[in-house]
């Protein structure tokens, strides 16, 4: 079983939709929840960092972590052709070694 | 500033030959990490630099897989001698402090194949 779940999409919405991207992972001693944004051709850039349990809003973007249930999402509001891109949940435990989801594609059609 | 930097951006080699990724990191930073994405597969911790020792390796497939960092500044990741199974696109991420929520700065990352 791999440790970090995420559905690889690809994820198609129309321009202004809700976007919601999940995770699910199995290793209870994960504290640092990440997500990063890939485009084609580039590295992955981070988007949101939480740290445990809760939620975290950066203007249209909201991240949201569920410990108990091992579930973690990103919300784009109004989502835009820009957001085009690949997301990828991340997850660390109190080490340096960050573990990456499979990441999902998301298009946001014009 | 500039960002983390990799060359080259592609690589093309054939099995048994060897190839030599570099990666330059923002001026500054002290941690210097390498991963790797291999076709259909996550992206995955190969090795973590402090400066420039070697602080977690428990990530690098096999002894055909070397990693340096001299002085500190610039690492270099060999490959010798390169198998088909090496395909992949090798990050190389850095930041400036040694914490668990320290930011990651990715370069655009090598394209290895290997035919």
């Known amino acids: 079983q791999k440790e970090v779940e995420q559905d690889p999409g690809p994820l198609s919405v129309p321009e202004g939709a809700i976007v919601s991207l999940n995770c699910t992972y199995s290793?209870?001693?994960?504290?640092?929840f990440m997500w990063y944004r890939q485009y084609s051709r580039k590295g992955p850039e981070l988007l949101m960092y939480t740290y445990s349990s809760g939620n975290k809003e950066d203007g249209r973007f909201t991240a949201q972590v569920d410990k108990s249930s091992k579930y973690i999402s990103l919300f784009i509001r109004d989502s835009q052709p820009s957001d085009s891109a690949t997301y990828l949940c991340?997850?660390?435990?109190?080490?340096?070694?960050?573990?990456f989801g499979a990441g999902t594609r998301l298009f946001v059609k014009a | 500033e500039a960002g983390v930097t990799q060359f080259p951006s592609h690589s093309v080699i054939e099995k048994g030959q060897t190839v030599t990724l570099r990666c330059d990191p923002i001026?500054?930073?002290?941690?210097l990490y390498w991963y790797r994405r291999v076709m259909g597969k996550e992206i995955k911790f190969l090795l973590h630099f402090v400066k420039e020792s070697k602080q977690d390796e428990s990530g690098m497939p096999n002894n055909r897989f070397l990693a340096e960092r001299t002085g500190g500044t610039y690492s270099t990741l060999k490959v010798q001698p390169a198998e088909l199974e090496d395909s992949g696109v090798y990050f190389c991420?850095?930041?400036?402090?040694?914490?668990?929520?320290?930011?990651?700065?990715f370069g655009s990352g090598t394209q290895l194949s290997v035919l």
């Open positions: 001026s500054g930073h002290d941690n």
């Open positions: 991340a997850m660390r435990t109190g080490g340096f070694k960050t573990i």
């Open positions: 991420a850095s930041s400036q402090e040694s914490r668990s929520n320290e930011k990651l700065f």
């Open positions: 290793n209870s001693a994960f504290q640092y």
